[in-house]
């Protein structure tokens, strides 16, 4: 038992370090990615759009999920910071490619058409696995 809670009380600190670099980072990721779109989903959401929010959801989760696969196959904090930030630059490219690609789906999520934000959603979480497979390769 005493192992047990050595091993908590050294491991804690890396523990914390790691869960707040990471969660640093989404915040980054969600913030630069509010810059980088045809729209702001923040402020479509503030208006009370629900394609908007549902949309913003499915980044947050989407850049998450990558971030996630990174911290737990990171051996260090550095290590979480560099396939971290490889990850949000991935993920932020291929968000950005989608809505030009996808030119109609940003103007109908404007417009609050929960459809289009599902379809983006969909993409979104698809390139994320994608992502996160990378990242912990």
């Known amino acids: 038992m005493d192992?047990?809670?050595l091993s908590f009380v050294s491991?804690?600190?890396i523990l914390l370090l790691h869960f707040i670099l990471s969660l640093m980072m989404l915040a980054l990721g969600a913030v630069i990615y509010n810059i980088v779109t045809p729209y702001h989903e923040i402020d479509?959401?503030?208006q009370g759009n629900i394609a908007a929010a549902v949309s913003f959801g499915?980044?947050?989760v989407g850049l998450a999920l990558p971030l996630a696969v990174n911290m737990a196959g990171s051996v260090n904090a550095f290590d979480i910071l560099v396939f971290g930030g490889v990850a949000i630059i991935l993920q932020l490219l291929a968000y950005r490619l989608t809505d030009v690609v996808l030119k109609?789906?940003?103007e109908?999520?404007?417009s609050?058409?929960?459809s289009a934000a599902i379809t983006l959603v969909a993409l979104k979480m698809s390139i994320s696995v994608i992502?996160?497979?990378a990242v912990s390769g």
């Open 108 to 110: 109908r999520i404007k």
């Open 58 to 60: 499915g980044v947050l």
């Open 131 to 133: 992502n996160a497979a």
């Open 11 to 13: 491991g804690l600190p």
């Open 104 to 106: 109609d789906l940003p």
């Open 112 to 114: 609050g058409e929960i």
């Open 44 to 46: 479509l959401i503030k």
């Open 3 to 5: 192992a047990v809670i």
